[in-house]
C-alpha cells in the first residue's frame, strides 16, 4: 500500500521518470509517524492528496469521499468509497508542502485523478 504513496511521491509527474529516494521509503505506519500534521478521521479535511491512515495500511485522499489505495494482489489498486474502509487518521505527507501553491500536491492530485480515471474504465 505505502509503494503507490512512494510511486506518486518519485515519480516526476512531467515525464512519468521514475527516481528513487530513500528519504521517501517508507511504511505505511512510517508515513503516519512522520507527518507533522494529522487528525482523526472525523476531521478529515476536503484536500485530495492527503493520506488516510490505519495500522498497517495507508491510502490516498481523492476527494468526494473515495480513497485511491493498493490492496494487494487480490484487488490491486482501487478507488473505493471511504466510508467502510476503516482509515482512523489523515495525515499531510511527509515531504510535500501542503501550501495553496505547492506545485507538488497539484501533481499528486493529478497523478491520483489519472490513477482514478483509470479504474473508472
Known amino acids: ?3 503507490l504513496l512512494k510511486y506518486i511521491l518519485m515519480t516526476d509527474g512531467e515525464t512519468k521518470t521514475l527516481s528513487y529516494n530513500p528519504a521517501l521509503d517508507y511504511s505505511a505506519d512510517s508515513f503516519y509517524q512522520k507527518a507533522t500534521k494529522k487528525g ?14 490505519r495500522p498497517g495500511h495507508i491510502g490516498i485522499y481523492a476527494g468526494n ?6 490492496r494487494g494482489f487480490a484487488y490491486g489498486v482501487v478507488k473505493s468509497d471511504l466510508q467502510g474502509r476503516g482509515f482512523l487518521h489523515w495525515l499531510y505527507i511527509p515531504h510535500v508542502d501542503y501550501d495553496a ?10 497523478q491520483l485523478r489519472t490513477i482514478a480515471n483509470q479504474l473508472d474504465k
Open 1 to 3: 500500500c505505502s509503494g
Open 101 to 110: 501553491a505547492a506545485p507538488d500536491l497539484h501533481q499528486i492530485a493529478d
Open 40 to 53: 482523526d478521521i472525523s476531521t478529515l479535511p476536503e484536500i485530495p492528496g492527503i493520506a488516510l491512515h
Open 65 to 70: 469521499g473515495k480513497v485511491i489505495e493498493a
